[in-house]
């Protein structure tokens, strides 16, 4: 492999703008992991507890979201002449209406890529790899390991369930391992699509050295405006669509069962997943009494459909989802196979536990910080999530951690307001009268 820009793999890719923080923890309410600090009054993301699933990017009513992009570093690599190839996400159409793989391709080579396929090339690489595992039967059960979010979250935050992922990359790595066996190890890949979580794998992928650089369909777009480009009714005729349909459906809710041969159906029993939150819920409730199961989870609750690009850029619709529905067959040639398919390469990989390492707070550190909000005995215990946390036990438990301020309590600011408004009300020198619209007297200090 060509010496690579930098090791990526420390590299914060996800921030939130202090400046336009408000201090709402709408961020905190959603993240499925809590991996939001709340410092200084201000959100900060947490990267080693983060799975960027992007979730307090869609939610931020202040657009607090900093996605450090790779467009600079892929600007480089096409300018300075260097050999660039493009995996292309298989739902470009729903972010670019009318687009296909063809039409794509155009633009792209304008702005100086090699050569340019579909992701979906690896899908397919993936899915023999999971038939083959499944045919041998010899997991007890299997969780898909094509989602990098939930990747990230089962390592993370359920290291006991390692065990049962299957041991195959995801389908960009399985695709940048394709393209570098058929066009040369010293070409750079270069991923574009919707996902938050490919662009951190792309970063720590074999040390950032088998995924040069990933590329938001919004930066893509940000890109060809700089430069004047549309994509247009040309195709590009070099650029060859995936020839199997079957391979796209995995970007669809429930399609990675559908893509699977149908006789290994009756092997398992399937379970389908999806959503950020429902996933995280249900992964914590699986235990050693399952047997025999097949499950597919995928961050998003659309699957790669609703990727957080998508539902970031409004284009999580139902008639995104037409178009990608219609361009799912007719984008497919029944004659070529593209270069890269028949590439002979090893994709499957070991995933290994990542715990994060959390203190736990002793019963009498937890009652002191309980009783900073007012929270002494269990009546006091409101439990409202207005901070985000479940209870305010977990609250009390992500202060100890550092994870969040003590006065983020929505009931005690409050109660601290009335306790405040009252002090002045009765105290006041000045004789004061609270009427209500009739004139009719309320309250007198």
Known sequence: MNERTSNRSTEPIMRLKKANCKNCYKCVRACPVKAIAIISERAEINEDRCIYCGRCYIVCPQDARDLAGDLDRVRKMTASGEKVYASVSSAMSVYFPESNLKKIAVVLKKLGFAGVEEISEGVGRVIQEYSELLYEHNMDNAISSICPAVNFMIQKYYPDLVKWMIPVETPLEAHARMLRATYGNDIRVVGIGQCIAYHKLANIAD?????????????????MEEESLNITAEEDQETTFCHSYRWKYPDEPGGLVKALPGELKYNYKMWDINGESRAYSMLGQMGKDMHGFFITVMSCSSACLGGPIFRLNNKNTFGSMVRWLESVRVDVSLTHNSPSETADVDIRKKFKPQPIEEKEPSAE???????????????DMLDCGGCGYSSCVEKAKAVYQGMADPFMCIPNARDKAEAQSNLLFDNSPNGVLIMDDKLNIIDAN
């Open 207 to 223: 040390d950032g050295k088998l995924i040069d650089a990933y590329l938001t369909f919004e930066e893509l777009e940000q890109w």
């Open 365 to 379: 550190e937890l009652r002191e910080l309980l009783a900073l909000v007012g929270r002494r005995t269990k009546k």
